[in-house]
């Protein structure tokens, strides 16, 4: 590992959080006039998942940023079919269309390994989708021949394990989607020519990322830069060099382990540590912080969150998922929101609807430790965040079942009524 050259600025960790926060488009207005397509050019990549409490990720992620966006507009900014695909990035994500050449490096790899997931199929079945797809036009896994066997969920056909290994080789994109399954075009005919012929080699394709990764994080270590595109170590520490970014030193950041806990973080961050070595865009550092801080609920795949370590690390906040832990042993619920108001994550909720009622299942208010006091502004920003998620999504009541500390709930209870 070679060594960080010399820091061209020390910041504070307040300093380093608010030029995230504006990096990450809730502070100030800045793209909020592009509408969805600016957050998504601002944001570099929008997680998808199957997971639809209030609504589905890559619909929260837009409405964090902007409030009560409808449906259509960010179908539209997603899947109009010239100015976004999908691709393996973070994760699964929609990605601008600009940045098809960036993932040459991805692809090329995928095909070298001749599979994806460790699932094979033969070459006629491959041949066969491309073949359809050439002659017939864009189609679904299901109108290519059906997505799956008779089997579980996860098992695939032949059909969908080909056109899914097309996708990651790059032969076949997605700009499409209908309902929720993907609509998959030969990428010769649906990325546009220029974006299509530009195959830069794997250091390029690595350099435009890490420097994209470094203007949309705002200030970020190497681990962060590793984490926001899926890069190892040691390409991220061979492009830095190549790349406008700045090395910077980060006050209070300290070392603050992904899974402790928020209280504990905070104290980490406040104890005089050594600063913590960093990288950021010139660009952002020269963009004062300023304008309005956005009150909202968060989906936890949101960008701003989604990076554990770098979230307990920036607002001292634990954050986990816990969709996937069995019911009895989830501390705050299936679907939990973080709380974002004043540039700082205060609390959680994991929300439901039924009929016309935004439900909290559970609801709780970071507090200090040995304390049952919530601060008022708090409260009043749960209740703010409460009701305009529970418009947004076409409720008129919002129902608080557990909330801690419960000393909260009545005080709650009455702002939202």
Request: net charge positive; glycine share 8%.
């Amino acid at each position: 590992m070679s060594p960080l050259p010399s820091p061209v600025h020390t910041l504070t960790a307040d300093d380093a959080r608010r030029v995230i926060l504006r990096a990450q488009g809730v502070l100030g207005a800045q793209e909020r006039r592009a509408g969805v397509y600016g957050v998504l050019g601002r944001l570099g990549a929008v997680q998808l998942d199957t997971i639809s409490t209030l609504a589905r990720s890559h619909e929260l992620v837009p409405y964090a940023r902007l409030g009560a966006v409808g449906r259509a507009a960010v179908e539209d900014a997603y899947w109009a079919g010239d100015a976004a695909f999908e691709y393996w990035s973070h994760a699964a994500c929609v990605l601008p269309l600009s940045s098809w050449p960036h993932f040459a490096f991805r692809r090329r790899h995928f095909r070298s390994l001749g599979h994806v997931w460790g699932q094979h199929v033969s070459e006629d079945a491959y041949s066969a989708v491309l073949e359809r797809l050439r002659a017939e036009g864009p189609m679904t896994a299901t109108e290519l021949g059906g997505a799956k066997n008779k089997g579980e969920w996860w098992d695939w056909s032949d059909t969908k394990i080909a056109v899914e290994r097309a996708l990651a080789f790059g032969d076949v994109v997605c700009v499409r989607r209908k309902g929720w399954k993907r609509v998959y075009d030969l990428a010769e005919r649906a990325v546009p020519a220029d974006l299509f012929a530009r195959e830069p080699d794997d250091d390029a394709c690595i350099r435009a990322l890490v420097t994209l990764a470094g203007r949309q994080l705002g200030v970020a270590t190497t681990a962060d830069l590793m984490d926001q595109y899926r890069l190892t170590r040691a390409q991220v520490e061979a492009a830095l060099p190549k790349t406008p970014l700045v090395p910077v030193a980060v006050e209070g950041w300290g070392d603050v382990p992904g899974r402790r806990k928020a209280v504990g973080a905070r104290r980490a961050a406040s104890a005089g540590t050594p600063p913590v070595a960093a990288w950021a865009h010139p660009t952002e550092l020269a963009n004062a912080p300023k304008g309005r801080h956005r009150t909202t609920l968060l989906s936890p795949f949101d960008s701003l969150v989604w990076d554990r370590p770098r979230t307990a690390r920036v607002f001292g906040f634990h954050h986990r998922l816990e969709a996937y832990v069995p019911k009895a042993k989830r501390e705050h619920g299936y679907f939990v929101m973080p709380l974002l108001a004043g540039g700082r994550l205060l609390g959680r909720v994991d929300p439901a609807r039924e009929g016309r009622t935004l439900v909290a299942r559970q609801l709780s208010f970071e507090v200090p430790h040995g304390t049952a006091r919530v601060a008022e502004r708090t409260l009043d920003a749960m209740a703010v965040a409460l009701r305009e998620a529970a418009t947004w999504v076409g409720c008129d009541t919002v129902r608080l079942e557990k909330v801690l500390p419960d000393t909260a709930k009545a005080p709650l209870a009455a702002l939202l009524s």
